[in-house]
């Protein structure tokens, strides 16, 4: 039971390079989210969506967009990398929203 | 505007001793749940209390909840060298099931 898994975990991007981030989950969660993590801000929550077929904005969304590809399946999503982002990015899930999070390993994301 | 506010400072304790740490928050919640993590790893999901209680334990962990004070404290009696983490509460007060988390409180426990 692999539980969240997200890839990579690191990435170096140039500023205005695009890429996405994956996650996925094997505990049949419906709800699903997007956190970055920097120095002394704690957890920010990008996005989330709360069942297949939803998404929704978080606190700082501005900058990413999501897709959730299926119930497992919750890509994250830079367009225009730039160095405000450069933090560490995690997945996670939770059978009902807003309860019990599991989240992945995290990925380092920097942007030169 | 962020919910869950651990008090801020770092604990550095002795093998065997008891960490405490704190959280504020400031609406109205449902619950409010505490969090681990290690160095370089994700969160790990600790104990949940709900606004209708006082009191929870899970194993070595103690949660209390004071919702006219709109506090909580986390208590890890006896620690070991492993508790040595990053000490998270979330609430649910950003609404719509989601998660507001602190800035965390770093404890470091000295073998």
């Known amino acids: 039971n692999a539980g969240v898994t997200q890839t990579p975990k690191f990435q170096v991007l140039k500023t205005g390079q695009s890429m996405t981030l994956q996650c996925a989950q094997d505990?049949?969660?419906?709800?699903m989210y997007w956190y970055r993590q920097d120095p002394g801000m704690g957890l920010r929550l990008i996005y989330y969506s709360a069942s297949e077929g939803t998404t929704d904005k978080g606190e700082v969304p501005n900058g990413y967009n999501v897709s959730r590809l299926n119930k497992r399946e919750f890509s994250l999503r830079l367009e225009s990398a730039a160095p405000s982002q450069t933090s560490v990015y995690f997945c996670?899930?939770?059978?009902?929203?807003?309860?019990?999070?599991?989240f992945g390993s995290g990925t380092q994301l920097s942007v030169l | 505007s962020q919910q869950g506010e651990e008090d801020p400072q770092a604990l550095s304790i002795q093998e065997g001793e008891n960490a405490t740490m704190n959280c504020s928050y400031k609406?109205?919640?449902?619950?409010l749940q505490w969090y681990r993590q290690n160095s370089g790893r994700g969160l790990v999901h600790l104990i949940l209390i709900r606004s209708n209680e006082r009191e929870k334990h899970s194993g070595r962990l103690r949660v209390t909840l004071d919702t006219s004070k709109k506090s909580s404290s986390l208590l890890i009696t006896a620690s070991r060298a492993a508790d040595t983490a990053s000490y998270f509460c979330?609430?649910?007060?950003?609404?719509?099931?989601?998660?507001?988390f602190g800035k965390g409180n770093q404890v470091v426990v000295i073998p």
């Open positions: 996670a899930s939770s059978e009902v929203g807003g309860l019990k999070l599991f």
């Open positions: 979330a609430t649910d007060a950003g609404g719509n099931n989601r998660l507001a």
């Open positions: 609406t109205s919640i449902n619950n």
């Open positions: 505990m049949n969660h419906n709800s």
